[in-house]
């Protein structure tokens, strides 16, 4: 075999070799609107990995003075069995990691659910911080994505006294035109 023929082998070999992907990491729903009041979940999600994911930590960070975090809990992603590492909520920070003993997952799924209070109106962005994702103890690049949520005031529903005063007052005039 010619010089030549093997280095145009080699060459082509090297280009069948996939490049590395990222995965993504990032919310669902991605933005969401919800009233003062209101409790409402978020999923943290992942997608597109390739390789065997068995390990994840990250920090959501929010606007505590327009959301207070309430738990968080396993999305399913990794198979079990699971062990929590760290599962902490402070104001304006949800930290939280958790590995699985087996080989790891891939494909797409959900990392954790962290459930929300919404305490004042306003906005606030959903950001990932510190995120480490691993497959056997190799990190795994990943695409973050953030999120928001609005909190609006929620619209006062009439009284049910407020409703049949309008409708006393309704038929009164009726009865009035008719005399």
Not at 77 to 99: C, D, H, K, S, W
Not at 127 to 137: F, I, K, R, T
């Amino acid at each position: 075999m010619s010089l030549r023929l093997l280095l145009a082998l080699l060459s082509l070999s090297l280009l069948a070799v996939p490049a590395a992907s990222a995965a993504t990491i990032g919310f669902d729903p991605s933005d969401q609107t919800v009233s003062k009041g209101d409790s409402f979940t978020v999923d943290i999600v992942i997608s597109d990995v390739v390789a065997p994911v068995n390990l994840f930590e990250l920090d959501l960070v929010f606007d505590a003075s327009v959301l207070t975090a309430t738990a968080v809990t396993d999305g399913g992603f990794l198979p079990a069995p699971t062990i929590p590492i760290q599962n902490t909520i402070t104001p304006g920070r949800v930290e939280y990691a958790l590995a699985s003993v087996s080989l790891g997952a891939i494909g797409s799924g959900v990392l954790a659910t962290v459930s929300f209070d919404a305490v004042a109106a306003g906005k606030t962005a959903l950001s990932l911080e510190n995120v480490l994702v691993a497959s056997l103890g190799t990190p795994v690049l990943v695409n973050l994505r953030d999120g928001s949520v609005a909190v609006s005031n929620p619209v006062p529903e009439p009284t049910a006294a407020l409703v049949f005063g309008l409708g006393l007052l309704v038929v009164s005039r009726r009865v009035r035109a008719r005399r």
